[in-house]
């Protein structure tokens, strides 16, 4: 039992919307065998894992799954149950699983939810430990292991304050990403992205920061500016602490110069010693030391965010009550039990360490660890109330005195923060003549102490910092169109990305070619996955974005964003069948369909009315379907226009928008540069779709017209896509077309040009199927009167010559001889050596570049072994 491979979708994918990890798991001999065959199986592993109990699994309700373990079910199964229960017991919130045998082995892919992929991977691999070691009736150590996986989840995912954000831009619809394993978020697209760590927002003043990290220069600003502040001295040694205590003459607070969470923090010091072990602890933390007037009264947190507090809780420190029992070590035990509490960040509340400042705080009450508390004694544990060291709080935003408030709100301005944590002392907060001081302004303030306080209502912190960055009412989202299929979808992304330039944006895409922004390429390549999605929307340039969505990106990586205003599947064909898992058209359309699933409710579905599968794919769609349509006469056109929906159609020689059964022409077919007038079909849709994109987006008629006037589609505009280039009296079309589908739809416009014969240089890449290699070379046959078959370079694990082979086979089935020439560049060489005036030679490229520095040499007259089209050349023919 092996996991072979894994990867993690952070976004939208095949399995689910929410984050997943997907396996590939080997069971080897055990493939086939059930929890029933194995004594005791289930007894056993609902003793070590009770939670499982609880599982509804796909039967919907609580004891499902145990149901399902008594039946006889199969170990892959259980291992997405365990993983997820594990991740469960760390804090996780997922519930989705799904495991499925892989063709008819003995491997089986398992996905479940999950919130980090190491967390993920790690409760998988334990799972799978756990049910081979049962299997073979042997003990594992559960705890040890789900220790080491809490200690990874706290480690990597996400703390409460942190978790808060994402869940507070989710709420307002903010698309939000983590970078890497780290607490810095990005919220929104484009030239609306933000980026935040904890609550340190980029519009947080690297100079407000460093004021308030250097608490005394932070009360030097605060005093000239008449906000109350305790008097202080900075020391930087013992000698000079005392000394700096008997000028002031007071009880004293030692604290690190700069510091937080409470670290080397001692209060109520008189006495040299005391003094002199307090400037120890806080010179452990940095060498200079602050000896602070200790101010009466109760400590608050006040969070000014945007010039306005927000929530204000008042700090308790760690403490126990005796109950005439237990030690003080029992109590701190007892108190850490409650499951809010955790390691660091990674729960509401912090468990309470009893270590060396601990014993220091409670042998100056007059206590030892080891001592019973009386009845009703309160013994306090640290003497600063910080929860990062155990302390809880008391919300009580609803009862701050006005003056108190504004007292926070100046002193957050006067030190220039957009998010602050203002801690405050106060003999009362309710009481508006009574004194207040404010002790510190802290940048990146903790927010869980309001989202979880001890006592009181929870605020909604984050929400405020995310409202500061997002106004209601502002945008987060550049528009965002996604389009998928399996042919025309660069096309199609150029063409939309030609209309929203020419309402003036700035337009992010992707796609097989690249990635870029405007006239700005970032990268060269099939970049039409996820990666570089999120590259195009994290630009800040962008004002508009226009991906391909190619279905390997899909499958491997999910989507590289969250939801598409314009969600496009232009057809789906045969293409690709018998990878990743996907062995049929059904399945196909499934996968694709995320494309139209993951768009905002207020967007546009667009669909292709003359694809077989169009009807199927309007039931998966998440927002109203625009339709478009090369015929105007189709039975699922014409009842999606009855219904009241809208379409963009060619009808009577116009492109037209139908919308409420009335149809408003936007230009003439005949003016569509990149159809030719309408003579290329494939490229007839893939501007009809384009305009329904469009329509989704709202664009104006006139900008939909202006773009596929101005949009030629030649080498320059829509390199690799029907590109027609002269030699002479021969022309040479360039097309990436790559799938037997696509070699029939352009077949017609190609023939309709030519004069003599009409030559096709055709491959296929090499994980396609046999039987995708001899339905090309059928197709081929009927198309062309000349057939050279080539094979990319790349030939994805076949042999050499094997894929031309298949084709060259598929050509002869279709009664036609074929050429095999195994090289691209030498097959489109040999059909321009044997190629007569009149012909038309169209190859179909793996690589362009060297396509077209052939077609070059030709036009130059200095290709090699040239004989009749040389003579051709040499007269001209520009193209």
């Known amino acids: 039992m092996q996991i072979l491979a894994w990867r993690y ?87 989705y699983g799904k495991t499925r045998q892989i063709g008819r082995s003995s491997r089986y892919r398992v996905a479940f939810e999950s919130p980090e992929a190491e967390v993920g991977h790690l409760a998988a691999e334990i799972a799978r430990q756990y049910i081979a070691a049962l299997v ?20 990597r995912c996400l703390g409460p304050s942190t978790a808060a954000l994402v869940q507070a831009a989710l709420r307002r619809d903010v698309p939000v990403r983590r970078i890497g394993a780290t607490s810095i978020l990005e919220f929104g697209h484009g030239q609306y992205m933000r980026r935040v760590q904890a609550t340190l927002t980029d519009r947080s003043s690297a100079v407000a920061v460093d004021l308030a990290g250097d608490k005394q220069l932070c009360k030097d600003i605060l005093a000239a500016q008449g906000i109350p502040v305790p008097r202080g001295h900075v020391v930087e040694s013992a000698r000079e602490a005392i000394a700096a205590q008997a000028a002031l003459g007071c009880q004293v607070a030692v604290k690190p110069l700069a510091g937080s969470q409470g670290r080397g923090v001692t209060l109520g010091l008189t006495e040299p010693e005391e003094i002199e072990a307090a400037v120890a602890v806080a010179q452990a933390v940095m060498p200079e030391v602050l000896v602070e007037e200790q101010v009466q009264g109760r400590q608050y947190r006040l969070l000014v965010v945007d010039g306005q507090v927000v929530a204000a809780a008042q700090r308790l420190q760690a403490q126990v009550t005796g109950d005439g029992r237990s030690s003080v070590q029992e109590l701190v035990a007892q108190l850490n039990l409650d499951p809010r509490r955790g390691s660091g960040h990674e729960k509401p509340l912090t468990k309470v360490p009893l270590d060396a400042i601990a014993l ?58 957009d998010v602050a944590g203002v801690d405050m002392v106060a003999a009362d907060i309710t009481d508006p003549a009574g004194p207040a001081w404010v002790l510190e302004v802290n940048a990146a303030p903790g927010i869980r102490m309001h989202h979880h306080p001890t006592l009181g209502e929870p605020r909604d912190a984050a929400g405020a910092v995310i409202e500061s960055l997002y106004p209601p009412g502002s945008p987060s989202r550049v528009p965002l169109v996604a389009v998928t299929g399996s042919n025309g979808k660069t096309t199609t992304v150029r063409l939309v990305r030609q209309m929203l330039e020419q309402t003036g944006l700035m337009v992010g895409y992707t796609c097989t070619d690249g990635h870029g922004v405007a006239d700005d390429s970032l990268g060269r390549g099939d970049d039409a996955g996820p990666r570089s ?15 391909e969505v190619a279905r390997g990106g899909i499958a491997r990586g999910g989507l590289g964003y969250d939801r598409a205003d314009v969600g496009c599947i232009l057809n789906v064909t045969g ?59 189709g039975v699922v056109l014409r009842r999606h226009v009855a219904a009241g929906g809208e379409a963009v159609v060619a009808a009577e020689g116009q492109l037209a928008v139908v919308r409420g059964g009335r149809a408003e022409a936007i230009l003439p077919i005949a003016e569509i540069a990149v159809a030719g007038g309408g003579a290329w079909r494939p490229m007839l849709e893939n501007a009809l779709a384009a305009a329904a994109c469009a329509v989704g987006l709202g664009l104006p008629p006139a900008a939909i017209a202006a773009a596929l006037r ?21 022309r040479v079309v360039v097309d990436y077309g790559h ?49 050279y078959c080539k094979e990319d370079l790349d030939r994805r694990g076949r042999a050499v010559g094997e894929m031309a082979q298949r084709v060259a086979q598929g050509v002869r089935l279709g009664g036609r001889r074929p050429h095999l020439v195994l090289s691209e560049r030498d097959a489109l060489r040999t059909a321009l050596r044997e190629a007569e005036p009149g012909d038309v030679v169209a190859v179909f490229f793996e690589k362009i570049g060297p396509i077209l520095e052939e077609i070059e040499l030709w036009r130059a007259g200095n290709a090699p072994g040239a004989k009749n089209v040389a003579s051709l050349a040499r007269r001209g023919g520009a193209g």
């Open 360 to 417: 220091r705080c409670l042998a100056r009450q007059g206590f030892s660890a080891e001592d019973v508390p009386p009845l009703g004694r309160t013994v306090l544990l640290r003497e600063a109330a910080n929860l990062s060291t155990g302390g809880s709080a008391v919300d009580v935003t609803d009862e701050v005195a006005e003056p108190h408030r504004l007292l926070a709100e100046r002193a957050a301005r006067a030190i220039g923060l």
């Open 710 to 730: 101005a949009f030629r589609g030649d080498s320059g505009q829509n390199p690799g896509r029907l590109n027609i280039h002269e030699i002479g009296d021969v």
């Open 9 to 95: 979708f952070e976004g939208p994918n095949p399995h689910c919307h929410r984050p997943m990890l997907e396996l590939e798991l080997e069971l080897g001999r055990l493939a086939e065998r059930t929890t029933r065959e194995f004594s005791g199986f289930t007894d056993t592993l609902l003793r070590d894992v009770p939670g499982l109990g609880d599982h509804h699994c796909s039967l919907g309700y609580p004891g499902g799954f145990v149901l399902r373990l008594r039946e006889g079910t199969l170990l892959g199964h259980v291992l997405e149950h365990l993983a997820l229960e594990f991740l469960h017991g760390c804090g996780a919130e997922g519930v």
């Open 739 to 787: 799938n037997a589908a696509a070699l029939s739809a352009v077949a017609p416009g190609l023939r309709a040009m030519t004069r003599g014969r009409l030559v096709g240089v055709v491959g296929l890449p090499g994980d396609r199927r046999d039987e995708d290699a001899l339905a090309l070379g059928r197709t081929a046959a009927d198309a062309f009167d000349v057939v």
């Open 575 to 633: 293409d690709h069948l018998g990878q990743d898992g996907v062995e049929t058209i059904e399945q196909l359309q499934l996968l694709k369909a995320l494309v139209i699933e993951a768009v905002r409710p207020q967007g546009r579905v667009v669909l292709n009315a003359d694809d077989p599968g169009t009807p199927r794919l309007q039931q998966r769609a998440a927002a109203p379907v625009i339709l478009f349509a090369a015929r105007a006469d």
């Open 136 to 155: 073979a009736g042997q003990a594992i150590a559960l705890e040890a292991e789900h220790r080491r996986l809490r200690e990874l989840y706290a480690r």
């Open 533 to 547: 999605a999120r590259a195009v929307l994290r630009d800040p340039r962008v004002q508009a974005a226009v991906l």
